[in-house]
């Protein structure tokens, strides 16, 4: 899982529909492929005519999912499921690796509003204004990318840069400035002297200023923000502020944050830029595209394995459905239930879950609710989900969340969540395994 965490927080879905929706070749799209790969004509025209098909079921945005179990489910022409192999990867992995990232931080801040601050530092345009809105449904408040705020709805929030405060030279006369052309400030304080002319600096003009302004309070950027911190409060409440909020940037990320807290920093507002936007501690998720079963030339469909000398890396071969099951008491989750396509554990008073590597790790549950986790998005080329919208989605993750165990969530070692197979699916994988062994074998030997 990301992070070594516990659980990853499934995000991209909306920005996928829209390439499936979109997907077409243009003429300069043709002329580009055939000058650069001199592929056929026929090939060409294909392209030119080309028409997505495709059944397309997925998790949805804000669902929890974990490792060794289908996400995504593609079904349809062979070449147009390659074809988005690279855009589905791509768009997926980056936002549900924000997403979890987010989460991961949020839930260390616990109820203080958490600040996404990292549009310079993300790797490109895009990559900020779709980062900054899978941080949101992994639990950021607010934006200071203002774009992705007019384009998605995420509430945005920032203060003012370093620069101008050294433009005019102090902080008081970069202070008063700024608040004559907004209602709401947070003054950055610590340009040069953070408790001799940063705060007071602040203060001064939050008093001269009046109800001219709403002075929301001061934010800090550098130094050690616990002691630091400690001193800024005094200092407000000295001053009668003591409603002002302390803001606090600077490299943050779950860690650092623990540790502040740990030593009872005196912070209300996280803002969290490099770690949070690019994922610092992982930069890349690793979620794979395989073939699972294929049709033959008598129309016949035949599952497909792919085998590895790490056991965890065998794919599991057919048409499968994921199940969140919970307990019917308390709704909290007992793990998901890979089976095959044509099984519901709906039907069924009780199910045997078992680890699929290590079986000797089993239980049996009863009294339980099952929830198909893939859902029909497209259905033969045509879109039949109707896309949430975005506070829905944030919701939605808090929600899962919130019926997931403590001990899953976890930020040190957490317990790994099972992702079990039902009999018939792990059966149906021991077959298909143990038949690509003879095969293999009776090749090697030339037979």
Not at 63 to 91: H, K, R
Not at 218 to 244: C, F, H, P
Not at 371 to 381: C, K, N, Y
Not at 438 to 447: F, H, I, P, R
């Amino acid at each position: 899982m990301p992070f070594n965490h516990g659980y990853a927080i499934f995000a991209g879905l909306e920005r996928l529909v829209d390439y499936l929706e979109n997907l077409t070749f243009t003429d300069t799209d043709i002329a580009y492929l055939r000058e650069v790969e001199n592929y056929p004509e026929d090939f060409l025209t294909y392209l030119k005519e080309f028409e997505f098909k495709c059944t397309v079921r997925s998790a949805l945005e804000g669902d929890l999912v974990f490792n060794n179990e289908p996400l995504i489910q593609v079904e349809g022409p062979l070449a147009q499921c390659q074809l988005i192999e690279t855009a589905l990867l791509n768009m997926v992995n980056f936002q549900t690796l924000i997403a979890t990232k987010a989460a991961r931080i949020k839930s260390v801040i616990g109820d203080d509003p958490l600040m996404e601050f990292g549009t310079r530092r993300a790797q490109e345009l895009d990559a900020a204004v779709w980062g900054t809105r899978a941080a949101y449904i992994g639990g950021a408040d607010a934006t200071s990318n203002v774009r992705a705020g007019k384009v998605f709805g995420i509430p945005v929030s920032g203060t003012h840069a370093h620069s101008l405060v050294q433009s005019y030279g102090n902080d008081y006369d970069a202070f008063t400035a700024y608040a004559q052309t907004h209602k709401d400030c947070v003054f950055l304080v610590d340009t040069y002297d953070t408790l001799k002319s940063g705060v007071p600096g602040a203060i001064r003009v939050a008093k001269e200023m009046g109800d001219k302004i709403n002075f929301l309070g001061v934010r800090l950027d550098s130094g050690d923000m616990a002691y630091i911190s400690k001193r800024v409060r005094e200092q407000l409440d000295e001053a009668g502020y003591t409603e002002a909020k302390i803001y606090a940037s600077n490299d943050l990320d779950e860690n650092t944050i623990l540790s502040l807290k740990m030593q009872k920093a005196k912070i209300d507002v996280w803002g969290v830029g490099t770690k949070l936007i690019t994922a610092y501690d992982q930069p890349a998720l690793g979620a794979v595209f395989k073939l699972v079963s294929i049709e033959d030339k008598d129309g016949q469909m035949k599952d497909t394995i792919k085998l590895s000398s790490n056991a965890e890396k065998v794919t599991t071969p057919g048409k499968k459905q994921v199940w969140r099951i919970t307990r019917k008491s308390d709704k909290k989750s007992e793990g998901d239930y890979v089976t095959l396509w044509d099984e519901d554990p709906r039907k069924q008073e009780e199910i045997y879950m078992f680890h699929p590597v290590h079986t000797f790790i089993n239980k049996t549950v009863r009294d339980f609710e099952a929830r198909a986790v893939l859902q029909d998005i497209f259905v033969e080329g045509k879109r039949v989900y109707e896309m949430p919208t975005l506070k829905e989605i944030k919701s939605y993750a808090k929600e899962n969340l919130d019926s997931l165990w403590e001990e899953y969530k976890r930020d040190l070692n957490p317990q790994k969540y099972p992702v079990d197979l039902s009999t018939e699916c792990w059966n149906h994988k021991m077959r298909l395994l143990e038949k690509v062994r003879v095969d293999v074998k009776a090749l090697s030997e030339g037979k």
